[in-house]
């Protein structure tokens, strides 16, 4: 038997990858050494976005954008597709972060809220259809517990001065009328979210920043980065400014093995249900939809009347190791279809058409960031946490601002120039990552079986600097 071609190998990298219009065959690699004035490692979101939106500032700019694969190989193209506000810090992590202030956490999340827009203000603009449906966010509240922390939520919202217009408390009513699970105790509800196809959109960005001169360079494998170059398998790029835009990725480059952990996420997706299914499970609107578990899982009625249905609890590996093999973990995607079935009983009997999965970055302190080291002109971003879709956006506008010396609110928000403490040495971090996503798992069954909220969720908040 041949091998199989190898942008068939990229479309069964996951459902978004599958369905993704055009070709998956890489683009050129490296033609060897050349000089550009700013060279990004890394085409996914942040290195797309920050590549677009640096030519928008200064068209005569020399891009260059280093990729292992393709654009859109990793979290880019597998996630669960929620273009959303969400960041991973708090508004109260925010405003004690070094500089903050409650003043500053305010304008990170209300830069959130016009990220979403934004991001669907250029795909429209750039004619990428990517499936946008804002359709808001449901999160379900299933047992006493969890709708304790739905009203915390919201609590801690009006604090900060934000409305039912930006977050709201829903009754058992009201939130089984949006989505009808099982158990339903209420919720909250967001519109500050879209749903989409996150490989249409990361394929299509490829495609709009190679249109205006941007030099995409696929199957080009990084080996270090250093001020002033990015040294590849094929050649070494010099520039002016290096951005390092790898987020899961990130460990594999030499000195940065403990900035960021890769920790697995996996999804399942079925066959298109028919609309009387969808008639007794709602999200109309196509919202995305969750539930206030500790560890997280995430759904969205695709635009083909798919579910695309997520969640966290395969393993961290040894080293920050990644490869093909971690993204399928039977036991957790066998785990995701009965949870799946017990929010929603009527889908018991449907078939899943597809499993995939794949690493995204969590920095120690679970708080993304963004910066510019003048002095080195070294540029990052990343540390999402999974909350990346949306924020990628405001990376990229951050950076091409850092970047090309703009002085705007953006590069002023608290998470840029935040650095995150590295991870512990191994076999300490290995420990300390499973035990973290063992102890969220004990603090779900701890919930189930007492209805109260958990101490050993409260602990291991704690742990994490939350």
Request: charge should be neutral.
């Amino acid at each position: 038997m041949g091998r199989m071609p190898q942008a068939d190998r990229y479309r069964a990298l996951s459902f978004w990858h599958d369905t993704v219009p055009g070709s998956l065959a890489p683009g050129d690699p490296l033609p060897g050494d050349l000089r550009a004035d700013v060279a990004i490692v890394g085409a996914g979101f942040t290195g797309l976005w920050t590549a677009y939106y640096l030519t928008e500032r200064n068209p005569a700019l020399r891009v260059v954008v280093c990729e292992r694969e393709i654009a859109g190989f990793g979290a880019s193209g597998r996630n669960g597709g929620w273009c959303s506000a969400l960041f991973p810090a708090s508004l109260a992590k925010l405003a004690r972060l070094p500089g903050s202030d409650r003043a500053a956490a305010i304008a990170m999340q209300r830069a959130m809220h016009e990220t979403v827009d934004e991001v669907g203000r250029i795909a429209a603009a750039q004619g990428i259809d990517c499936h946008w449906a804002k359709g808001g966010t449901i999160q379900l509240a299933r047992s006493p517990a969890q709708l304790a922390r739905a009203e915390a939520e919201v609590a801690e919202a009006r604090e900060f001065g934000f409305g039912e217009q930006d977050l709201r408390l829903l009754g058992a009513a009201e939130a089984r009328s949006l989505a009808a699970a099982t158990d339903v105790l209420g919720g909250t509800y967001t519109p500050h979210c879209a749903a989409i196809h996150p490989a249409r959109l990361a394929r299509g960005l490829a495609a709009s920043v190679r249109a205006v001169g941007v030099s995409v360079f696929e199957r080009t494998p990084v080996l270090s980065i250093a001020p002033g170059q990015v040294r590849t398998a094929l050649g070494t790029v010099r520039a002016e400014y290096v951005v390092r835009a790898t987020e899961g990725y990130t460990p594999a480059l030499p000195g940065f093995q403990r900035a960021i952990a890769p920790v697995y996420s996996l999804m399942i997706a079925t066959q298109p249900l028919p609309e009387s299914v969808w008639d007794e499970i709602g999200l109309a609107d196509r919202p995305t939809f969750g539930d206030l578990r500790h560890l997280i899982i995430y759904g969205q009625r695709t635009a083909d009347g798919r579910f695309a249905f997520g969640g966290r609890g395969a393993p961290y590996h040894l080293g920050s190791a990644v490869r093909p093999a971690f993204d399928r973990v039977p036991a957790v995607f066998a785990a995701l279809r009965r949870t799946l079935i017990e929010l929603f009983p009527v889908l018991r009997d449907v078939r899943v058409s597809h499993w995939w999965g794949g690493p995204l970055g969590v920095p120690r302190d679970w708080c993304a960031s963004v910066g510019l080291d003048r002095a080195t002109r070294m540029a990052w971003a990343g540390g999402y946490v999974g909350d990346g879709v949306a924020t990628t956006n405001l990376a990229g506008r951050t950076l091409a601002d850092l970047i090309t010396g703009t002085d705007s609110p953006l590069t002023r928000l608290p998470w840029v120039g935040h650095q995150s403490p590295s991870w512990e040495p191994e076999p300490l971090r290995w420990l300390g990552v499973n035990g973290a996503l063992h102890a969220m798992g004990l603090a779900d069954w701890e919930e189930a079986r007492t209805g109260r909220p958990s101490m050993t969720a409260g602990f291991m908040g704690r742990f994490l600097g939350g």
